[in-house]
């Protein structure tokens, strides 16, 4: 069975992932790491699985950011909502990930749905207080001078505290961003959905090659994206630069 | 509502369950977070005094950072078994950067994780109630899940506690004058979580 399970995974035809190819490896399932296994399942298992994995994260922390801008604005007009917020996205911060999932899924299911749900809810905290913190960080008396300039509000807005801001929003959107990666994996438990579902395949199996691939792989994805925002915010801040050169 | 029915009979019915897990969670955190500051004050200490290897430091701190727990309690399992060494060093590693910058944050997300050591293994924490719907229900989850927001908010409020006792007096009216500042300015965590992505 496995060795025909390996050949069509070879092939590229696609496999049904729980009981995916173990090729060779499985004679010795006790060795480390089996590079054909990774080569065998990249296109069946481990691409389809890292694609997902970046849309989840890529969809939670776009609908996060959103979420957490309008909430920093609506904080900055009205002096309790910052605490209301802050004591509500807190308070999400502190549920355990697979607790928080699985209350959900009464509401909405065993779907992709509740994952976001729940991962939208985790970026809040470091989105909203980064946020705010940027936009705070404009002094009031740089605010006075653009609106004796004639600026209007939206235009201070967009043209000084937004540019002052970036640099703590894009480390709260570096933060968000690989606390999502990281909470994404536990969705497995929920839907099939990620590389947390190869993961947990390789527990309950305890296969060595598939841990250390599909964990390699969420590790390195996080990196990536950690790095990725790093790139962007030199793109966004080119100011900065020159200023430390 | 039923379910909190559900998770008010599972505190009653099981005291002695949910008492042990959750000591054994507590102990846990408690365990990663001082291996944590152990590794990172001396570091933190060092780059401050000596004004060197801040750098190495603050990357090190955003590379630990990023890596998912799930995927580092995964590797760790090829490399020292299921069990509770597993979930201490994916805890340790991931209570060590906010450490550089904020304890309360640290605290409240490594007893939030702890949970995960039924994925490693370790059935000792309330991630057996968390991990096993099956066996005590969704109002078991909701039950556990209370304790640990409870055990949670506590620690942070502690932590808070005996940063205040150490804090020098002179230094503390100093800092409540500015804390009253920030507090006005934006909320007070703010600032810290911004600190290592920022310097």
């Known amino acids: ?13 696609p496999v049904i992932p729980i009981i995916h190819a173990r090729s060779r490896c499985v004679t010795n399932p006790s060795s480390l790491f089996c ?27 776009a609908i996060g950011f959103v979420l957490a801008f309008a909430a920093a604005l609506a904080a900055q007009r009205v002096s309790w909502f910052d605490r209301l917020f802050t004591g509500f996205s807190t308070l999400l911060y502190t549920i355990p990930s697979l607790a928080l999932f699985e209350l959900l899924v009464p509401l909405t299911g065993l779907t992709l749905l509740t994952i976001e749900i729940g991962l939208v809810g985790y970026t809040l ?6 946020i705010l913190a940027g936009l705070r960080e404009t002094p009031p008396e740089v605010v006075g001078a653009a609106r004796g300039m004639g600026m209007t509000e939206t235009q201070i807005l967009l043209r000084v505290r937004m540019p002052v801001a970036v640099p703590t929003i894009m480390a709260g959107l570096r933060i968000a961003t690989v606390i999502t990666i990281s909470l994404a994996t536990i969705a497995a438990y929920i839907t099939p959905d990620g590389l947390g579902q190869p993961i947990l395949d390789g527990i309950s199996t305890g296969f060595n090659t598939e841990l250390i691939a599909a964990g390699g792989l969420a590790i390195l994805l996080a990196l990536f994206a950690d790095a990725l925002l790093v790139g962007l915010q030199r793109l966004l801040t080119p100011w900065r630069r020159a200023r430390v050169d | 509502m039923n379910l909190l029915t559900h998770a008010a009979d599972f505190l009653v019915n099981h005291p002695e369950l949910w008492l042990t897990k959750a000591g054994n969670q507590v102990v846990l955190s408690a365990a990663a977070l001082g291996v944590a500051l152990a590794v990172s004050l001396p570091v933190g200490v060092a780059t401050g005094h000596l004004h060197r290897g801040s750098f190495l430091a603050i990357s090190g701190g955003n590379v630990a950072r990023a890596l998912p727990t799930l995927a580092v309690i995964a590797v760790l399992l090829t490399l020292v078994g299921i069990g509770f060494l597993n979930i201490m060093l994916a805890l340790v590693v991931l ?21 995960l050591s039924s994925v490693a293994g370790s ?9 096993d719907q099956a066996e005590f229900g969704l109002g078991g989850v909701l039950g556990a899940t209370a304790v640990i927001v409870v055990i949670a908010f506590a620690a942070a409020g502690l932590v808070a506690g005996l940063r205040r006792l150490a804090t020098p007096k002179g230094l503390r009216i100093a800092r409540q ?22 310097s």
């Open chain 1, 1 to 13: 069975m496995t060795a025909l399970a390996a050949r069509v995974g070879a092939s590229g035809a």
């Open chain 1, 35 to 61: 590079p054909s296994w990774v080569a065998d399942n990249w296109t069946g298992v481990l691409e389809p699985k890292l694609l997902q994995h970046i849309e989840m994260t890529v969809t939670a922390v």
């Open chain 1, 125 to 130: 905290l470091a989105l909203f207080a980064n």
């Open chain 2, 95 to 115: 209570a060590i950067p906010p450490i550089l910058t904020g304890v309360e944050t640290s605290t409240v997300f490594v007893i939030a994780t702890a949970y």
């Open chain 2, 123 to 131: 059935n000792a924490t309330l991630g057996a109630v968390i991990t």
């Open chain 2, 177 to 198: 004058e500015r804390t009253q500042m920030v507090s006005l300015a934006g909320s007070r965590t703010a600032p810290q979580e911004a600190a290592p992505a920022t």
